[in-house]
Structures are given as structure tokens and as C-alpha cells.
């Protein structure tokens, strides 16, 4: 009850090779942490990192753990999150259904990289943490997805991710709608969704994450204009 359009896998792979795509910000992105990483600058890497408050999210939460941590990242893209973490010494692999992506951050950031399905990411589990930014709307089987991500975890680990909400349709200060280019968002989730599909097997917590005032204001004021983003 919450897909709104027809999933399709392949489109991921196109967006990535074509750099005049909505995915051009995956390559800057990808650039500037690049830059960072092939200097060691750690802290350069997070600052632009944490310019996204979906990325911040993910780091502040691992950065609490010991750096023998074992990370996974799902829908890693071109590899700039998962570089941070490289970076900072935690074992980590990241995951991506497009072979342009994962071969971008092969080249950039090492060995760590892997497309989806691969075997090595049966072979490396149980992990300590799981996490994925801009990925679950965008599955074919969102429940399915997260169950088979459950089972890769050691007990007491956990998952970590940011869903699409249902409400952000008519909140201004949600994150989703404004921040996930197409084809990313095909599916919003109401919420509560997953403490009410998960609690029986996980310890779940949903969190409302919201953007800043100021950015809040322009998104109001574009939908009062009635103009799409552009910027």
C-alpha cells in the first residue's frame, strides 16, 4: 500500500553513466570526497559529508562505535560515504546494483566495493552495522530487503537507515521530497511502518528527522510559487 510507480533496476546503471543526469550530484559528491581522501583529511571529508543531514546521521551514529567495527553499506552509490569510514579505519564493504558506481569508487577508494549481490557480502557477515542512505524507497520488496539485512547482523547489531515518509507530502520541513532526485523515491511509508512489520524481531526505532528552518522556508515558498527545485 505505499508504491506509487513501476521498479525498475536498470535505471540506476543509466543515471550513473549519464553525467547530464538528476545523478550529477553523485559525481560531485563523489569528487569532493575524493579530494579529502586521497589528502587523509578526515575532517574535510566529514564537514562535506555533513552538509547532507542524511550522511551526518549515519556517521554520528558509527562514530560512536570502536573502529574494528564491520560495516556494510547497501546502495552505496559512487562510494562517498562508505569512503569516510575507509578512511577513519573501520573494516567496511559497500554494496551498489549499478557497475558504473561501483567501479567509480573502486578507482577512487580501494578494494571495499562490490556489486550487489556478490558473494563476498554472504562471506563477510555477521556485521556490527548495516546502513543505507536513499535506498529503501527504491526496492522491489522493501520487507524483504530489510529481513534478508537482519539476518547479516550479529546479535545485538544494528540497522541503520532513513525511510520516506508518508507525511512529508504535506510537511514543509521533511527531508525526503526535496532531497531524493528520481528515481530514488518510489515508495513512501506511513509511519510506524516499521515498528509495526519489525517489532516482533528487532528492537525498532523511528525518528522524524527534519531540515532546517531556513531550508524549510524555500521549500514553502516554492510550493507557495508553485515552482519545482532547480538549484
Not at 128 to 139: A, E, K, M, Q
Not at 140 to 155: E, G, I, N, W, Y
Request: charged share 25%.
Amino acid at each position: 500500500g505505499t508504491r506509487f510507480t513501476i521498479h525498475d533496476k536498470t535505471i540506476y546503471d543509466a543515471m550513473h553513466r549519464n553525467a547530464g543526469s538528476i545523478y550529477n550530484i553523485y559525481r560531485k559528491l563523489h569528487q569532493q570526497a575524493e579530494n579529502a581522501f586521497q589528502r587523509g583529511d578526515l575532517s574535510a571529508l566529514r564537514e562535506n559529508l555533513f552538509q547532507n543531514q542524511k550522511y551526518r546521521f549515519i556517521i554520528e551514529e558509527i562514530d560512536r562505535r570502536p573502529r574494528g567495527t564491520r560495516l556494510l553499506e547497501v546502495g552505496c552509490s559512487r562510494g562517498y560515504l562508505t569512503s569516510y569510514f575507509i578512511l577513519a579505519g573501520y573494516r567496511v564493504i559497500g554494496a551498489d546494483v549499478s557497475i558504473e558506481a561501483i567501479e567509480s569508487a573502486q578507482a577512487a577508494f580501494g578494494p571495499h566495493f562490490v556489486l550487489d549481490g556478490d558473494s563476498s557480502i554472504e562471506d563477510g557477515a555477521p556485521y556490527d552495522v548495516i546502513y543505507h542512505v536513499g535506498t529503501i524507497g527504491c526496492v522491489a520488496d522493501p520487507l524483504q530487503f530489510t529481513r534478508r539485512l537482519l539476518h547479516l547482523l550479529k546479535p545485538g547489531g544494528c540497522l541503520l537507515f532513513n525511510s520516506p515518509n508518508r507525511d512529508g507530502c504535506w510537511l514543509t520541513d521533511q527531508l525526503w521530497l526535496d532531497g531524493a532526485p528520481p528515481p530514488d523515491l518510489v515508495s513512501l511509508f506511513p509511519p510506524r511502518f516499521w515498528v509495526e512489520n519489525f517489532s516482533s524481531e528487532a528492537t525498532v526505532e523511528e525518528l522524524a528527522q527534519t531540515c532546517s528552518d531556513e531550508i524549510g522556508f524555500k521549500i514553502g515558498l516554492r510550493k507557495a510559487l508553485g515552482r519545482r527545485r532547480s538549484e
